[in-house]
């Protein structure tokens, strides 16, 4: 009887390579999160590109129609949008840089040991979880000149002899906006770079301190250089939201008095809502997203990115 | 706290009402829908955008709702509340959507913008056949009514007046308004008022918002000027107006009658001013006057028509909050039956009087609560010189005066623009935006 000789088959050949099926297992992984942000983020910037190309004034729809870079010619000679620009360079770089200063002190002293830290860390927050609206209800009221907190002290103080009214007058309206949206964000600051403060070594303190570092020394290349990464991404982070944040300025000035306060976002939505023009209002927003493009990228490369120093 | 504890403010007063704790005599007249039976299975909904300033509102409209509902059995209102500085807003992006509410309550210069968007319909035949259609004043319907054709009904109606403080007038020998004062005696009495050291002004000017630039024209008209000419065109920088305006703007420039707040004061700013005591005089509609009586009582304040200008002439602007329904609504006919409902005479009483605002039925509006409350009496005599804002004209004229005029208003105010730079710029927007 002859015996059967068992043969080996070969395996059928995978239409994919083992390294293109771990490439292709990756992407797949990545699938939902490429849909969610091009769902969310692609898909609405590039409709707001369409919207700005479009003559697109809701109570005129008989006028709707392709104008191409019409509402571009239009912002160049549009005098409000040159100042609200003006205005949002102000407000973004007043306040950030403010917010900034404030959170770094904050920040150094809250990583210090006293009793009740715990307790004063937890009351440094409480700006930040306020709601925007809230807050700008608050320090309107505060502002009031007739029956604010604010001159009512100074007046005690004997700081003050006439009313300030200090959201009303076209000098004092973006300073006064600006303090409050300082209030609210030096937190974030606080918290981000006490969060930082926390992850450098207290072995590189003591080196510095054996090698006879002084306390200056000892902040400028120790501190700063590990701080870095978080200041960079935190005041970047921090400038572009200020660019794009109305509710403080919305309620409690409206942009007045007189466009004193009006930023490049509440113009938008005064375009987008009162004027029902959709189409000039997605203009000013695609001019926000290239500058704010712009700035990220010059920012990114002033500082180097994130990596730390070598 | 477990859902299954809570009870709702319905299932309270119908336990009351079980208990033999309560009788419907005791109830507030909002309150009694809700101890009565449910509307049938079935009922077509009805969406109602209604825009909310106070708690007050919500009660009262959500018990028109319940009673509409428990009317008939075709239709149910459901009420989408919405806070009043997002009402147009909301209302915008609807339309734009396809998905507007069937209904909304809108004010009458939001009307001219939503048939602009070919969102609303032309309801003059169905109007006609109502039987109320001839009760309501003739004035009001021409607030809702754009090229010839009512889009809306006008559910309440109001004029603007000058709120004043009687027992401060006495206090401090200050000459009391009469109804046909004039601007001298509007500054004098804004002048002896004004007290610094008591943190008190004269007048409480709005500096925010439309109406700042409404009442101001207000008083531009008063020496005669007029928005738009004999020939149609603008003619707000006429040398009137500039006239007019100059000596109202000096109330705060020069006389400074008024509290240093002015360029930021909406009519949040006004009421509260007034309400507080710091100002003793300011124009709004009576739509404040119920809220005065809790703040300043109802025996230290009263109302009294704006003051005849040097042209003998005065004028008040009159307006409406109407109910307007949308083309692109899913319940049209149930729409028209609620709002011809509410235009009844007890929901129509009960909604005016509650608000302080004035009824746009004639038999309604003649009832001594409204005709013989001191706090109204100021508008109902500025009936006979009311006009339609002339600001209605033109759709694109609404969003154009929140956008670009009160910016300019307010660089008039603080002195960057004088009163015929104002007014050339602001004529120059107006003409650009005639449509």
């Not at chain 1, 375009?271 to 500058?291: E, H, K, M, P, R």
């Not at chain 2, 039925?361 to 003649?366: H, L, N, P, Q, S």
């Amino acid at each position: 009887m002859a015996r059967e000789a068992t043969l080996a088959r070969p395996l059928a050949r995978p239409l994919l390579t083992r390294r293109a099926r771990e490439v292709l297992t990756g992407y797949l992984y990545l699938l939902p999160v490429v849909i969610a942000l091009g769902a969310t983020v692609v898909v609405p910037i590039v409709r707001a590109i369409q919207m700005s190309l479009y003559r697109n004034v809701l109570i005129k729809p008989q006028e709707y129609g392709f104008i191409g870079l019409g509402n571009y010619a239009r912002l160049l000679d549009d005098d409000v949008f040159w100042l609200s620009l003006w205005n949002s360079f102000y407000w973004v770089f007043g306040s950030v840089s403010l917010q900034f200063l404030g959170g770094f002190v904050a920040a150094l002293l809250l990583h210090q040991s006293f009793q009740g830290r715990a307790a004063v860390r937890t009351l440094t927050l409480l700006p930040w979880i306020i709601p925007g609206v809230v807050v700008a209800l608050i320090w309107e009221y505060l502002y009031q000149p007739n029956y604010g907190a604010l001159n009512d002290l100074l007046a005690r103080a004997g700081l003050m002899t006439d009313k300030v009214a200090w959201l009303s007058n076209p000098s004092l309206a973006m300073p006064a906006v600006i303090a409050t949206n300082v209030w609210r964000g030096v937190p974030f600051f606080a918290i981000m770079l006490l969060a930082g403060l926390q992850a450098i070594a207290d072995e590189l303190y003591e080196a510095a301190r054996v090698d006879g570092a002084g306390v200056l020394e000892r902040f400028w290349h120790i501190t700063l250089p590990m701080l870095r990464p978080i200041i960079v991404v935190a005041t970047a982070t921090r400038i572009i939201w200020t660019f794009n944040y109305a509710d403080l300025i919305f309620v409690m000035t409206s942009g007045g008095p007189a466009n004193a306060t009006q930023i490049t976002s509440t113009y938008t939505l005064l375009q987008a809502y009162s004027n029902l023009d959709f189409g000039y209002a997605a203009t000013l927003s695609v001019v926000l997203l290239l500058i704010m493009l712009a700035f990220t990228l010059l920012y990114l490369r002033v500082t180097r990115g994130v990596e730390p120093v070598a | 706290m477990d859902e299954r504890w809570r009870l709702s403010r319905r299932q309270i007063l119908k336990g009351m009402a079980a208990a033999g704790a309560l009788t419907t005599a005791e109830l507030a007249w909002w309150d009694e829908p809700l101890i009565a039976p449910r509307r049938a299975w079935g009922a077509q909904p009805v969406r109602f955008q209604f825009s909310v300033p106070e708690p007050k509102r919500t009660a009262l409209v959500e018990s028109l709702a319940q009673r509409f509902n428990q009317s008939q059995k075709d239709f149910e209102v459901k009420v989408e509340f919405v806070p009043q500085a997002q009402a147009r807003q909301k209302l915008i992006t609807s339309i734009a959507a396809g998905t507007p509410p069937d209904v909304a309550q809108v004010w009458d210069n939001w009307v001219g913008e939503f048939d602009g968007m070919n969102a609303v319909e032309d309801l003059t035949p169905k109007v006609r056949d109502w039987s109320g259609y001839k009760d309501v004043l003739p004035l009001a319907w021409e607030t809702v009514t754009v090229k010839k054709r009512i889009l809306s009904f006008p559910w309440v109606v109001t004029n603007d007046g000058v709120y004043w403080r009687t027992d401060r007038a006495k206090e401090y020998g200050a000459k009391p308004p009469k109804d046909d004062w004039s601007f001298d005696d509007f500054l004098a009495y804004a002048k002896t008022m004004t007290k610094p050291d008591k943190n008190q002004y004269g007048f409480g000017m709005r500096g925010q918002g439309t109406w700042a630039v409404l009442y101001a024209t207000e008083f531009m008209y008063a020496n005669g000027a007029q928005v738009l000419g004999r020939d149609g065109k603008v003619a707000i920088n006429s040398k009137e107006a500039a006239e007019a305006l100059d000596w109202y703007l000096d109330l705060f420039r020069k006389h400074k009658v008024c509290p240093p707040s002015v360029p930021t004061d909406g009519w949040r700013g006004i009421v509260e001013g007034f309400g507080r005591g710091v100002t003793n005089s300011y124009i709004h509609n009576s739509g404040s006057s119920e809220e005065q009586k809790d703040f300043v009582k109802p025996e230290n304040f009263a109302t009294v028509p704006l003051p005849f200008g040097p042209a003998k002439k005065r004028s008040s602007f009159y307006f409406s909050e109407t109910l307007t329904p949308f083309k692109a609504g899913k319940a049209r006919e149930g729409g028209f039956k609620f709002m011809a409902w509410a235009m009844e005479p007890e929901p129509h009483f009960m909604y005016s009087k509650t608000l302080g605002l004035l009824p746009a039925r004639k038999t309604v509006a003649e009832r001594p609560e409204f005709t013989r409350d001191p706090a109204l009496a100021g508008f109902i005599k500025s009936f006979p010189f009311s006009i339609v804002s002339p600001y209605l004209a033109h759709a694109g004229w609404g969003g154009k005066l929140d956008s670009e005029g009160v910016p300019l208003f307010q660089q008039a105010l603080v002195g960057r623009l004088t009163a015929r730079e104002f007014l050339d710029k602001f004529a120059e927007v107006l003409s650009k935006n005639m449509s």
